[in-house]
């Protein structure tokens, strides 16, 4: 095989593998999920709301409309707000935003610590008012 064919074979290669590594990589649009699992008595239940960034966390209202995650339906719903918190994913980083509750936003570091905006990271737990989630990465 001549210099220019091998150069051009070489080449050819590096861009295949290139355009692997892009193929693999998520995109924020395409691939970002995550899951709140609900937690109760300090163990992590089966009740778990998978979803995609942005997610507004609430109640459903129809004099507000409706929410991605809807706490409504569990015993711990009556403490959050219609429109409780805001989950986004951009620039690689997940990040919780309270919208204003009545009950607070908080995240467990040494101790619960209530929150306006904070990023989050796979295993992090969040309390919204009284009810307790542990937020999963895939």
Avoid: C
């Avoid at 924020?28 to 709140?36: G, K």
């Avoid at 997610?55 to 719903?77: K, N, T």
């Amino acid at each position: 095989m001549s210099d220019d064919a091998e150069l051009m074979t070489q080449a050819a290669e590096q861009e295949d593998a290139h355009l692997e590594e892009l193929a693999e990589e998520p995109t924020e649009t395409s691939a970002a999920q995550a899951t709140l699992i609900v937690k109760r008595g300090g163990v992590e239940t089966e009740d778990a709301f998978t979803f995609s960034p942005p997610a507004v966390i609430g109640r459903f209202d129809p004099s507000v409309g409706p929410v991605d995650i809807d706490l409504g339906s569990l015993p711990e719903g009556q403490y959050v707000s219609r429109k409780h918190a805001k989950i986004t994913f951009e620039a690689g980083a997940w990040t919780i935003q309270d919208l204003g509750s009545s009950n607070g936003t908080y995240l467990l570091r040494e101790d619960f610590e209530r929150v306006e905006s904070a990023p989050i990271e796979d295993g992090d737990e969040i309390a919204l008012g009284n009810a307790r989630f542990v937020f999963r990465l895939p």
